[in-house]
């Protein structure tokens, strides 16, 4: 064994005990002992509340259900961007600068970080994998990014990068669930749908909460992460398409000119009025509300998923060729979106699923590839909302699912062809920018090979309490009485991340 | 100051515990009760920590001897009568954050304290959830109230009276014909049904509506569609690559069912287990489709047993959530979190499951062979001539094998492959001298191998060893060049014995590049030689056999039990990874539910058994609760998915009951006559008009003060609008049709496969004959809540979003239906537009239109007209090319009854 050897296989040791020292309780609760008795006592006092809940009125107004509304508090933020990696990028090749899991490469993976463990692929005992991108210090702040995303790494210093995110499901369509819905089962609503019911949406000619999918493949959990859950059906997410008919059925039939169309409209409705005022059924005024969001739809949305018009520089500077179905033309259109006044705009981007198993699925080549088509679009919205005054009121918000190891994927216990790390629920990275948040911050530790965390545990309930915080909401006090008791969007748990607030 | 501070928490919190305590003592006249009191709070707030899962400092409460036992600290935390000396007690009222549960979280008001420590009190006793106890047969409450029609009112009405309600009036005739329709047959009734109804005037006239809705082919079609929900149908694989898979037999399988009213036991029993009854026939084969209905992985490079076992355990979870209403999935990887569920029970179960011969094989094996009819002659022929000559057992072992190509080894079974490969992960490939492994070969009286291969070569030969590559030779088995398609073939061997590990070597010294493929093995099978060589008409019988194999067959998977060769063993997996084994088990059913039934079978057929035996709690009221949700919009359990302690408090516990009793004992599992109980109820007949009153007091209409009015399904939308449009085809079964859909709704990778509309009027199929593609469902079924079926889907939630609006407004098919509506009515309904509208709506709602809606509608009809009648392109484009209807009149009546499909009123049942 070489010196070398020798040094690796104690960085690796003591790894390994920092992380069993960080994770014992007695540690954890000293430094939050007093934090939680304040926080005991003011919930004794203040939520006596809790048991009447025939108090929470929900705020659904069947005859206007997409109204502006009020938040609880002015928030920092009227609108969200989302942007959903789906399949889960490599923090560990992006954001997280690790120099000392580089000097592990090659090296057996310690049973203790194994022993109780489980992995979507990796069987036995895998190796390390240092990282594949090179670090460099950004901006004033001097925060940490790799060069594949060597546009974005200007933007560091408007960029709260969150390295200490955890999650509870290591699988796609689960883990997706629970980040948009604080649910890894199917059924509770979207984040998008809790926003637009409490907020409304400030354009009736577009839906409040848009999706749009790039990458071939529509996110694994499917259409359940922008549904409504039990929330009143016109809070469920409205997916585009950026090529084809923007929506499906957006065209009127051949021979029915707009006016035309309008006056069916108008016909539909009165009917359906009289059907109101005998039956008195409020989904009826519900549905009388979306026939004339669907006139409107069929004008709006076609003109704002126009991209031809925009100009030459724009293109230049996003990265966009109008016709094609590009994350960033998807991404060029949230921020068109956003500024005729969409609440929350959802990007999923399929194809971060790097295992390792292909050429496109390494994170030395195929990482890089998905690399080049994101960087400049976001790197553009970035400052295009910033030039158009928008971005202290959009809250960006980029992540994914769950994290990768520090570990190559070994799957059934083989090497693979291919350089790639499985799923990791204990550690990865989203970065929060604009909507009031700080920026040049990094928040959170993980342990030095990127495996756990080690200071300021995130949890994705922490992620949806900070998002709502921006928008003017209380999480634990925004609620939805369903099937005789109230629901929120964080469940049980969740805090603010005050840290990363400007 | 901290010190001072945190003195007075201390004193706060005791006062408070003290004063709440004696406030709840001073007024707590009756005993705790458990399900309904101490549940609640503690799966709400310490079963996530002391449960199923975790069992923090080895304490949960899942069970009352695991809750009583000693915890870590050597003592148990519940000591029944005594909750001042409870550890339980202490720890949620102990002021110290490091000591308080629950831990980090909000303490427990004060009230929920109170009731666990009088709960401790008065004993600590532990309560059956409601569902998993026997059903009982209630007592129907007596009231004399004239509204009442049958029990179901009795049970409906004494609700409504506690809650101050009282029920609505019979809807009129028109909205209850049209409700009772969609609900039986899926779609409007014929026009004799409409006539004879609205005519008589006999108090019987409803009744015989029903039963003649109840009798129509089309009541099997629309139950269909439940049923097709539950058992994830599809005409897919699912996936990536998603490819097609032929299993439409069974969908028509689930139609007759239906229609014959097969009685629920048996329906069930059929599907789990139909090919382990007696002499099973074809229909009994295609029943076990149910169960092959789950995804297969065609991506290459997957391991088959990894897709084999989740196909397996979504067989268990789909048999829990749909045919048990609970959330069995979670025992996967722990003990049930909230039910009394452990996680050694899963596998239990999961080994009923874990013995069909399927393996997740690119061929879907093992399917159902169908012969066409002189095949089906020459098959009869061979099963005689084996039973007359040989004996009935070695008949019905060619009968299962023609038919099924069972038993067999599939080659992916093979490993430890050199100069060879698991091709695409399914099929055994040797190059030149390559060399593979096949493991646990019975040899036992075996004198011939029998195999499917493929070969391009001249001159290869395929040599057995026993044991070893070293091993002795058993037999070189010369391969005929098949030039690239499968064939089957038959080489006999030396018998020899025991259960042996071959090897296999392909040796072709013709073959020159190393890197080329020489054969390709699909199966093997190690048996007899075709028996009776010595009887008359040998050689015409083994004829038809070897006709047989290479017969052209319709196919359908099916389940088939491994022999006793092949049988597999089943252990729990460790933290549901299917790759950590366990101990082994054996099947077995939840010790908390009613046990095996005497003499049952440890296979499917005795967990058939299982499930139908009365004493399930589960079967019954879970399929009652269904039906009761397809009528009523909302189950009496609204959580149709999860019965269970996490689930909904069942509105109507005793009505369940009453039901599913009546269901299993009285109606024999007859799923018509349960139906036809809750349709001719004055329950089901009342008006769905509602008040503010009613409204505040009952939003959700859980008390049924109101009739059911609740949007369509997909299918009863579509079906309904191309009956009275006269379009609809009303052809039953065959294979699944493509109706128009827009382009570029089909995108898989790996698989250019497209959409094809369907012509001859099969684009005009019912709904549940419309092909699905699991990645790319037909939009307007997920439009309006259908699903993708790559799991059961256990309950539809109803939307209501502006993409339905722009689906029957400007789909292309409901313009064309809108167009043949038009023309119907300008044909066929007096000569005014007015008049025209007004029959156009009698059609559509078997009453007549209020005079507000007819000016609505003749508004529109005007402005049309005057539109059209000064632009003949438009005229021309709305009638889609018709040139003979192509005038401004015709194409002002298709833009009303655009209009008219998209009423409330019609895409409700009202």
């Given at each position: 064994m070489t010196q070398q050897d020798l040094h690796n296989q104690r960085l690796l040791k003591e790894a390994e005990q920092k992380v069993m020292h960080q994770h014992t309780r007695r540690h954890f609760i000293k430094e939050s002992a007093m934090g939680l008795g304040a926080l005991a006592l003011g919930s004794m006092f203040g939520s006596c509340g809790n048991s009447s809940s025939s108090t929470t009125a929900n705020l659904f107004d069947a005859a206007n259900?997409?109204?502006?509304?009020?938040?609880?508090?002015?928030?920092?933020?009227?609108?969200?961007?989302?942007?959903?990696?789906?399949?889960?990028?490599?923090?560990?090749?992006?954001?997280?600068?690790?120099?000392?899991?580089?000097?592990?490469?090659?090296?057996?993976?310690?049973?203790?970080?194994?022993?109780?463990?489980?992995?979507?692929?990796?069987?036995?005992?895998?190796?390390?994998?240092?990282?594949?991108?090179?670090?460099?210090?950004?901006?004033?702040?001097?925060?940490?990014?790799?060069?594949?995303?060597?546009?974005?790494?200007?933007?560091?210093?408007?960029?709260?990068?969150?390295?200490?995110?955890?999650?509870?499901?290591?699988?796609?369509?689960?883990?997706?669930?629970?980040?948009?819905?604080?649910?890894?089962?199917?059924?509770?609503?979207?984040?998008?749908?809790?926003?637009?019911?409490?907020?409304?949406?400030?354009?009736?000619?577009?839906?409040?909460?848009?999706?749009?999918?790039?990458?071939?493949?529509?996110?694994?959990?499917?259409?359940?992460?922008?549904?409504?859950?039990?929330?009143?059906?016109?809070?469920?997410?409205?997916?585009?398409?950026?090529?084809?008919?923007?929506?499906?059925?957006?065209?009127?039939?051949?021979?029915?000119?707009?006016?035309?169309?309008?006056?069916?409209?108008?016909?539909?409705?009165?009917?359906?009025?009289?059907?109101?005022?005998?039956?008195?059924?409020?989904?009826?005024?519900?549905?009388?509300?979306?026939?004339?969001?669907?006139?409107?739809?069929?004008?709006?949305?076609?003109?704002?998923?126009?991209?031809?018009?925009?100009?030459?520089?724009?293109?230049?500077?996003?990265?966009?060729?109008?016709?094609?179905?590009?994350?960033?033309?998807?991404?060029?259109?949230?921020?068109?979106?956003?500024?005729?006044?969409?609440?929350?705009?959802?990007?999923?981007?399929?194809?971060?699923?790097?295992?390792?198993?292909?050429?496109?699925?390494?994170?030395?080549?195929?990482?890089?590839?998905?690399?080049?088509?994101?960087?400049?679009?976001?790197?553009?919205?970035?400052?295009?909302?910033?030039?158009?005054?928008?971005?202290?009121?959009?809250?960006?918000?980029?992540?994914?699912?769950?994290?990768?190891?520090?570990?190559?994927?070994?799957?059934?216990?083989?090497?693979?062809?291919?350089?790639?790390?499985?799923?990791?629920?204990?550690?990865?990275?989203?970065?929060?920018?604009?909507?009031?948040?700080?920026?040049?911050?990094?928040?959170?530790?993980?342990?030095?090979?990127?495996?756990?965390?080690?200071?300021?545990?995130?949890?994705?309930?922490?992620?949806?309490?900070?998002?709502?915080?921006?928008?003017?909401?209380?999480?634990?006090?925004?609620?939805?009485?369903?099937?005789?008791?109230?629901?929120?969007?964080?469940?049980?748990?969740?805090?603010?991340?005050?840290?990363?607030?400007? | 100051m901290t010190v001072v501070s945190s003195k007075k928490i201390i004193i706060l919190a005791v006062l408070i515990v003290i004063i709440g305590g004696l406030a709840f003592f001073l007024y707590q006249p009756k005993k705790i009760d458990y399900n309904t009191q101490v549940k609640p709070i503690l799966n709400k707030n310490c079963i996530s920590c002391h449960g199923g899962v975790k069992q923090k400092a080895g304490f949960s409460l899942l069970f009352r001897e695991e809750a009583l036992a000693n915890t870590e600290s050597g003592r148990p935390a519940i000591l029944p009568g005594n909750p001042d000396e409870s550890e339980l007690i202490r720890r949620i009222t102990v002021s110290d954050p490091e000591e308080r549960m629950p831990y980090k979280h909000a303490p427990l008001a004060k009230s929920e304290i109170s009731i666990l420590k009088q709960w401790i009190k008065e004993g600590a006793q532990w309560g059956e959830h409601w569902a998993y106890l026997p059903v009982e047969n209630e007592p129907i409450p007596t009231s004399s109230n004239k509204w009442i029609r049958n029990n179901i009112d009795q049970f409906i009405f004494q609700k409504l009276k506690n809650e101050n309600l009282s029920p609505s009036t019979e809807a009129d005739k028109a909205t209850l014909l049209r409700r009772v329709s969609?609900?039986?047959?899926?779609?409007?009734?014929?026009?004799?049904?409409?006539?004879?109804?609205?005519?008589?005037?006999?108090?019987?006239?409803?009744?015989?509506?029903?039963?003649?809705?109840?009798?129509?082919?089309?009541?099997?079609e629309k139950w269909t569609t439940l049923w097709l929900d539950l058992a994830r149908f599809a005409d897919t694989r699912g996936f990536e690559a998603d490819r097609r898979r032929s299993i439409w037999k069974y969908r028509d399988w689930v139609i007759n069912a239906f229609n014959n009213d097969k009685p629920y036991d048996r329906f069930i029993t059929e599907q789990i287990a139909g090919d382990l009854m007696p002499d099973p026939n074809d229909a009994l084969y295609i029943a076990t489709a149910f169960h092959r209905n789950t995804m297969t992985n065609d991506e290459g490079g997957t391991e088959n047993e990894e897709y084999r076992t989740a196909a397996v355990v979504d067989r268990v979870n789909t048999t829990w959530s749909g045919l048990m209403g609970t959330t069995f999935n979670c025992v996967q990887c722990h003990s049930h979190p909230y039910d009394p569920f452990k996680h050694e029970e899963y596998y239990k179960f999961l080994a009923f499951f874990n013995n069909s011969r399927d393996e997740d094989t690119q061929a879907e094996y093992p399917l159902l062979r169908q012969y066409k009819t002189e095949d089906s002659i020459k098959l009869r022929e061979v099963v005689k001539w084996v039973n007359q000559n040989v004996s009935e057992q070695k008949s019905k072992e060619y009968y299962k094998f023609l038919k099924t190509w069972q038993p067999t080894i599939n080659s992916l079974q093979c490993d430890q492959f050199v100069n060879g490969a698991l091709i695409s992960s399914w099929y055994a490939g040797l190059r030149n001298n390559g060399t593979c492994r096949l493991k646990n070969v019975v040899l036992n009286k075996k004198s011939q191998v029998m195999y499917r291969y493929n070969t391009k070569h001249d001159g290869g030969n395929w040599l057995i060893y026993l044991d070893s590559l070293g091993g002795k030779l058993l037999k070189a088995v010369p391969l005929q060049n098949t030039k690239g398609s499968w064939k089957v073939a038959v080489s006999n061997i030396p018998e020899t014995d025991g259960k042996r590990v071959l090897y296999f070597k392909y040796h072709n010294p013709g073959i020159k590049s190393p890197d080329e493929n020489g054969v390709v093995f699909e199966w093997f099978q190690f048996g007899e030689n075709f028996p009776g060589k010595e009887k008359p008409g040998f050689d015409s019988t083994f004829k038809y056999f070897n006709d047989l194999l290479y017969a052209d067959v319709e196919t359908t998977p099916i389940m088939i039990e491994n022999n006793a060769e092949q049988f597999r063993e089943s252990n729990v997996f460790i933290r549901g990874s299917w790759l950590e084994k366990g101990p082994k088990v054996t099947p077995g059913v939840p010790h908390i539910l009613n046990p095996l039934p005497a003499g049952a079978p440890k296979n499917r057929l005795g967990l058939a058994m299982w499930l139908t035996d009365k004493k399930n709690p589960l079967v019954a009221r879970t399929m009652v609760n269904r039906l009761w949700e397809q009528l009523f919009g909302t189950g009496l359990v609204e959580t149709l998915e999860d019965m269970g302690t996490q689930g909904s408090a069942p509105s109507h516990k005793e009505l369940l009951d009453y039901l599913s009793y009546k269901f299993m004992n009285e109606y024999q599992w007859s799923i018509k006559k349960l139906v036809k109980e809750i349709v001719l109820s004055a329950t089901y007949r009342q008006d769905s008009k509602v008040n503010e009153n009613l409204l505040q007091k009952d939003p959700a209409n859980k008390w049924y003060a109101r009739g059911p009015r609740i949007r369509l399904t997909a299918e009863q939308l579509r079906d309904q609008t191309l009956a009275v449009s006269n379009l609809l085809n009303d052809t039953m079964y065959g294979k699944s049709v493509m109706p128009y859909q827009p382009e570029g709704i089909w995108r898989s990778p790996y698989n250019g496969d497209k959409w094809v509309v369907s012509t001859g009027g099969n684009q005009y199929r019912r709904s549940l004959y419309t092909y699905l593609k699991r990645t790319a469902p037909f939009p307007s079924m997920i439009t309006f809540d259908g699903g993708a079926r790559e799991v059961c889907i256990i309950r539809r939630i109803r939307t209501n979003t502006p993409l339905q609006a722009l689906n029957t407004l400007n789909d292309s098919s409901y313009i064309i239906m809108a167009r043949n509506f038009a023309i119907n009515i300008r044909q066929n309904a007096g000569k005014d537009p007015s008049a025209q509208i007004k029959r156009g709506y009698e059609w559509m709602f078997y009453k007549p239109i209020t005079t507000n809606k007819l000016n609505a509608l003749i508004q529109l009809y005007q402005t049309a007209f005057n539109k059209f009648s000064k632009d003949k392109n438009a005229t021309n484009e709305m009638l889609g090319g018709d040139s003979r209807n192509a005038n401004p009149e015709t194409a002002a009546m298709v833009v009303v009854a655009n209009a008219l499909f998209n009423l409330d009123e019609w895409v409700n049942k009202n």
């Open positions: 259900p997409l109204a502006p509304k009020a938040p609880m508090f002015p928030g920092k933020a009227k609108s969200v961007i989302f942007i959903h990696m789906a399949g889960a990028p490599s923090q560990l090749e992006l954001f997280s600068y690790k120099p000392e899991l580089a000097k592990l490469d090659g090296l057996e993976c310690p049973q203790s970080l194994l022993e109780g463990k489980k992995f979507a692929f990796i069987r036995g005992v895998p190796k390390m994998l240092g990282p594949q991108a090179n670090f460099r210090q950004h901006g004033q702040s001097g925060t940490w990014m790799s060069d594949y995303l060597p546009h974005l790494s200007t933007m560091v210093d408007d960029m709260a990068i969150i390295n200490s995110v955890t999650t509870e499901q290591f699988n796609h369509a689960p883990a997706q669930l629970l980040m948009h819905t604080g649910s890894a089962r199917l059924g509770r609503p979207s984040m998008g749908s809790w926003v637009t019911y409490g907020l409304g949406s400030e354009n009736k000619n577009l839906p409040g909460f848009v999706v749009l999918t790039s990458g071939g493949n529509n996110p694994d959990a499917g259409k359940s992460v922008w549904g409504s859950g039990f929330l009143p059906s016109v809070y469920q997410g409205v997916q585009c398409r950026s090529e084809g008919d923007p929506v499906l059925f957006i065209k009127d039939p051949a021979g029915m000119d707009r006016d035309l169309r309008k006056a069916s409209i108008d016909a539909i409705n009165k009917v359906n009025q009289q059907q109101y005022e005998e039956y008195k059924d409020p989904e009826i005024l519900s549905r009388i509300a979306q026939y004339e969001m669907a006139y409107k739809m069929q004008i709006s949305v076609p003109d704002v998923m126009n991209i031809n018009d925009e100009p030459a520089a724009m293109h230049e500077m996003y990265g966009t060729s109008p016709g094609e179905a590009s994350f960033a033309n998807n991404i060029l259109l949230a921020r068109k979106l956003v500024e005729k006044g969409v609440r929350f705009v959802q990007l999923f981007d399929w194809g971060w699923d790097m295992h390792g198993d292909s050429s496109g699925n390494a994170v030395n080549i195929g990482l890089v590839n998905k690399c080049r088509k994101v960087d400049k679009p976001i790197t553009a919205l970035l400052l295009d909302l910033k030039q158009r005054g928008l971005l202290d009121e959009t809250l960006v918000v980029w992540g994914a699912e769950f994290g990768r190891t520090p570990m190559r994927e070994n799957r059934e216990g083989k090497e693979m062809l291919f350089k790639g790390r499985d799923h990791h629920a204990e550690a990865f990275t989203i970065w929060m920018a604009g909507g009031g948040i700080k920026g040049g911050v990094t928040y959170g530790e993980t342990d030095e090979i990127g495996y756990s965390v080690v200071s300021g545990k995130t949890e994705v309930y922490d992620i949806q309490a900070t998002i709502l915080n921006q928008l003017g909401f209380n999480h634990e006090q925004f609620t939805y009485e369903s099937q005789g008791r109230p629901f929120r969007l964080t469940d049980v748990s969740g805090k603010v991340i005050t840290d990363i607030l400007a | 969609l609900d039986l047959i899926g779609m409007p009734p014929n026009n004799s049904l409409i006539k004879n109804f609205l005519q008589s005037t006999s108090t019987n006239a409803y009744e015989q509506l029903v039963d003649s809705l109840l009798a129509s082919p089309a009541y099997g």
